[in-house]
């Protein structure tokens, strides 16, 4: 098993999260927030889960899911923002398994789109669900064509 994908998946989503409830914002992305407290090394370097973490960050911004300034050091990207391809990639409409047709159809709207879902996958710990929710973040429709294809 490939313990940094899960963990990239889970970063990823985090980090589009909070960039999502912050949009049209432009704010400050800390590694801290997404993982937590993590102790440097003996030679004071960032421990290896803190620079996967910046890693996948700085992975989104090179893709074009988000927009940043500038690294405040090893900690944090300045200035994030979701771009216009990360914000319709988490905005858009994905199948509900069993929707409640009690439900308003904004509240349906609303619990259709990525980035509801990938907000309660992750706050009920489902990695799995957030792995494969993610991997929705990454295809450009749902046909299954990929951003290589993207002419966003």
């Known amino acids: ?6 963990e990239f998946y889970k970063d990823a989503a985090a980090a589009m999260l909070l960039l999502y409830q912050a949009f049209p914002r432009k704010v400050a992305l800390y590694v801290e927030d997404l993982i937590g407290r993590e102790e ?3 030679f004071g370097l960032p421990s290896q889960r803190h620079q996967n973490c910046l890693g996948a960050l700085l992975w ?8 940043f300034d500038s690294c405040i050091q090893f900690d944090a990207l300045d200035q994030a923002v979701l771009s216009e391809k990360g914000f319709l990639r988490l905005t858009r409409a994905l199948p509900l398994n069993n929707p409640d047709r009690q439900l308003t159809p904004s509240i349906l709207r609303v619990q259709a789109t990525l980035a509801y879902q990938l907000r309660e996958a992750l706050g009920s710990h489902q990695s799995e669900r957030v792995a494969l929710l993610t991997q929705h973040l990454f295809v450009s429709g749902l046909t299954g064509q990929s951003d290589a294809n993207d002419t966003v």
């Open 1 to 6: 098993m490939d313990l940094q994908i899960d």
């Open 40 to 42: 440097p090394d003996d």
């Open 60 to 67: 989104l911004a090179e893709e074009g899911y988000l927009r």
